[in-house]
Structures are given as C-alpha cells and as structure tokens.
C-alpha cells in the first residue's frame, strides 16, 4: 500500500500561480503511475493530470493543458502539479491519486489510492 499526503493548496488571485506537492509512504514510490484529479462542489470528481512511474509520459486535461504542469520526483516520493494562470473555474479541491496499473489514466476508477485532498481557491 502507498499513503498520500497533498499540501500547497490556498487562496490565490486570478492568474496567479500555485503549486501543490503529494508526498507518499509506504511501498516503492515508482512502482505507481500518479495523478491529480480535482472536485468542485456539486460536480463529479474529474481529471486533471497524470504522470507515468518514471515520468516520462504525462497527460492532461483539455480544460488544463498549457497552463498546468504535473511532475514527479521518485527521490523525494513526491508529485507536483504546478498551476500557472488560474482561472476561477478552477477552484476545486485538489486530489493526489495512485495506480498499481496501466490503463485508463484519467478514470478515477483506475486508481487505488488517495490522498485526502488540498483546497485551491481563486478568485476573480
């Protein structure tokens, strides 16, 4: 099993920036490909960004493709999701998410394990 811990989130101005980390503990850091997906209020839990074990593959979301980057440091047992140009719209708290897998890299059921969340607030 892998813990997930987010932090970084907070309350930024409208084409700011932000960045937030998932530190995990617990099996080998690079056996797992990691994402981030996000949930507003009242929406569905959705897709942002996902990175391969050795993070040489990376995909992303329409909605945030050009504006955020996802990164991984297995060094560190670290993922990153660097958010550049906010928008209020992608206000949201923010998931980190890791697969034992191969597939399905933006299904939130492809992913076995979470972490609890940071909040990212922007306002216009």
């Known amino acids: 099993q892998v813990q997930l811990v987010e932090s970084g989130g907070g309350f930024v101005q409208a084409g700011a920036s932000l960045r937030v980390s998932c530190a995990a503990s617990?099996?080998?850091?690079?056996?797992?490909?990691m994402a981030w997906f996000r949930q507003a209020p009242g929406k569905e839990r959705e897709f942002v960004a996902a990175?391969?074990?050795?993070?040489?593959?990376?995909r992303y979301a329409d909605s945030v493709k050009g504006r955020f980057t996802i990164s991984r440091d297995n060094a560190k047992n670290t993922v990153y999701l660097q958010m550049n140009s906010l928008k209020p719209e992608d206000t949201a708290i923010y998931y980190c998410s890791a697969t034992e897998g191969s597939s399905g890299y933006s299904t939130v059921s492809s992913y076995q394990y979470w972490g609890q969340g940071t909040q990212v607030t922007v306002s216009s």
């Open positions: 617990g099996r080998i850091f690079s056996t797992y490909a």
């Open positions: 990175i391969s074990r050795s993070g040489g593959i990376t």
